[in-house]
């Protein structure tokens, strides 16, 4: 008998898995999977306090190989005091199911399981079916989703096609296909001086006055026009400090950091080039350090993503965009393997007090997988 979305859902808000603590959710999930005929392996990478349990799932042995990639830790609760039924007691009131995680993505991976369980309860897949699921998306993602997917390489069990199951909709199921995600680059801006008294000017040299003028640079530049599937490149200032206690100290030294999220015109080499030449133009002595926490990525509208958008329609009646707006997610680590589209919940309520789900969309979206997982294997 196929599983239940919602009493998955509510059995994986019950874990308090925090990032990176599990607190049984992985071991709940594989006991499932499981019992559907999944082959699952416990897989830990990291150190001591570090080490990070994560569940790789397979079913089959041979292609087409479809992939469902996502995560059981969430983020901190917060003040447990300020949820009206708490973080971890799971609760449906009017239809809508309370709880950390069930937006994401603990709604998301029970949908696709009971999506599976009623798959499979009707046919055989005429390949294989995996779930790449971890607890280390909310956290550095260092010993996580990188390290499963080197040991899948290792073993002979990179997927075909994949789907993250990211919250990717704003404001109703069917919304939005994500077919790819900008990059991201954090700057550190530094200008060196000397300290000294204000009125005594001359004696000192500010370098807040060249600072602001290169941040100024930076932030009035337009880099890009946006491209097909892409907005613009942005580039935001977010923090200014010069560790100055006293108004009337000129400081010694200051700096800035700033985040850009860029399209697929830029990767991170040519963009922290292109940052020097902006701030270098400015004709003052500064110091740029950068740090490049994903790439751009794409995945071309074909097959794959035609699949996804048909198996949301078919349920919801509605045409999903294609689109690459939104922060990071493990599809950027994923994408460099296979093809990978993200498609899930209704992100509204997400890392908030009181975080939630409809009962009516999770069970859409059960439904969603399922279809998709007929089609996928209907177009092998």
């Known amino acids: 008998m196929p599983y239940d979305v919602i009493e998955l859902t509510q059995k994986l808000i019950a874990c308090p898995s925090v990032t990176p603590k599990d ?7 594989s006991e499932q999977l499981s019992a559907l005929g999944f082959t699952c392996h416990m897989l830990e990478f990291g150190e001591g306090e570090e080490k990070v349990p994560n569940l790789f799932a397979r079913l089959g042995d041979t292609s ?23 973080p971890f007691n ?23 399981t009971a999506a599976v369980s009623a798959y499979l309860d009707q046919e055989k897949p005429s390949g294989s079916i995996s779930l790449l699921i971890t607890g280390d998306e909310e956290g550095p993602a260092i010993n996580g989703t990188i390290k499963v997917l080197e040991w899948m390489q290792e073993n002979n069990h990179i997927p075909d096609v994949a ?21 991201s680059l954090t700057g550190t801006l ?9 009125a005594y000017q001359h004696l000192a040299d500010n370098p807040m006055p ?46 800035a950091k700033f985040n850009i ?9 040519t963009l922290i080039d292109h940052l020097h030449a902006i701030i270098g133009a400015c004709g003052y002595e500064y110091k740029l350090d950068t740090v490049c926490g994903a790439e751009s990525f794409l995945t071309q509208p074909g097959n794959w993503s035609g699949i996804m958008r048909e198996g ?9 965009a294609f689109t690459t707006n939104g922060g990071t997610s493990d599809a950027r680590f994923i994408s460099q393997y296979c093809p990978v589209v993200e498609f899930g919940g209704i992100n509204a309520t997400i890392h908030q007090i009181n975080e939630n789900a409809a009962v009516s969309d999770l069970q859409d979206l059960a439904k969603i997988f399922e279809k998709t997982l007929k089609l996928y294997f209907k177009a092998a």
């Open 190 to 198: 530094s200008v060196s001086g000397k300290q000294g008294h204000v």
């Open 23 to 29: 607190a049984g959710a992985l071991v709940y999930l």
């Open 90 to 112: 799971p609760h449906i009131e009017d239809g809508i199911l309370y709880g950390r995680g069930a937006s994401d993505m603990k709604g998301s991976v029970a949908a696709f």
């Open 261 to 269: 999220r860029f399209n697929d015109k830029w990767n991170s080499e």
């Open 312 to 320: 949301v329609k078919s349920i919801t009646g509605k045409t999903p």
């Open 64 to 86: 087409p190989h479809i992939c469902y990639a996502g995560h059981t830790d969430v983020v901190p609760p917060g003040p447990e005091e300020a949820w009206t039924y708490g």
């Open 210 to 255: 060249r600072l602001i003028k290169m941040l100024d640079a930076l932030a009035s530049h337009v880099f890009d026009e946006g491209s097909e599937f892409f907005p613009a490149t942005n580039l935001e200032i977010t923090t200014i400090d010069v560790g100055n206690t006293a108004d009337n100290v000129i400081p010694q030294s200051g700096k």
């Open 163 to 183: 789907i993250v199951g990211e919250p990717t909709n704003p404001d109703f199921l069917g919304q939005e296909i994500k077919i790819g995600r900008r990059g």
